[in-house]
């Protein structure tokens, strides 16, 4: 017969009765010893005790400092300023750039003229893509982009 002192039971999950012969306590009280003991063994080896948590240190915040006080207008060095600090620019002139040994280029026609080339060119551009985006050359705005090729001329 099983002294009720130690031992107990408990219901397993699948609902069986499950008997457990050492109660909590005593697994509470083995542990205990043995740390007891792993510690009187390192004590007598001549291991280090573990040291203590480090300390942290915060910095104590500094007291706030007055405003500066204007001291007066500055004091001018009898030599005089330096030229740096009293003319704006470059020390040295800059020398001049050569002009290009080659000519601008001439663009054909006037200038409305390569501005009318440049509106076509745009117009023909977007009525391109739009073939391409497959769009119906039916749709309004491939009319509006027609009717104005159209009133461009060809160039």
Do not use: C, H
């Amino acid at each position: 017969m099983k002294n009720p002192r130690w031992s107990w039971s408990a219901r397993s999950p699948d609902g069986s009765v499950v008997a457990v012969s050492v109660r909590r306590n005593i697994v509470v009280i083995v542990v205990a010893l043995l740390a007891g003991t792993a510690a009187t063994a390192a004590d007598a080896a001549g291991l280090p005790a573990p040291l203590p948590a480090p300390t942290i240190y915060s910095a104590p915040t500094p007291a706030p400092l007055a405003p500066p006080i204007n001291p007066g207008p500055a004091v001018v060095p009898p030599a005089g300023l330096s030229p740096l600090l009293t003319e704006p620019g470059p020390i040295y002139p800059t020398p001049e750039r050569e002009m290009p040994a080659y000519p601008s280029p001439q663009y054909p026609g006037s200038i409305g003229e390569q501005n009318m080339q440049a509106y076509r060119n745009r117009l023909l551009q977007q009525q391109w893509q739009r073939e391409r985006n497959a769009i119906s050359p039916g749709s309004e705005r491939s009319r509006e982009i027609q009717q104005q090729l159209n009133q461009t001329g060809p160039r």
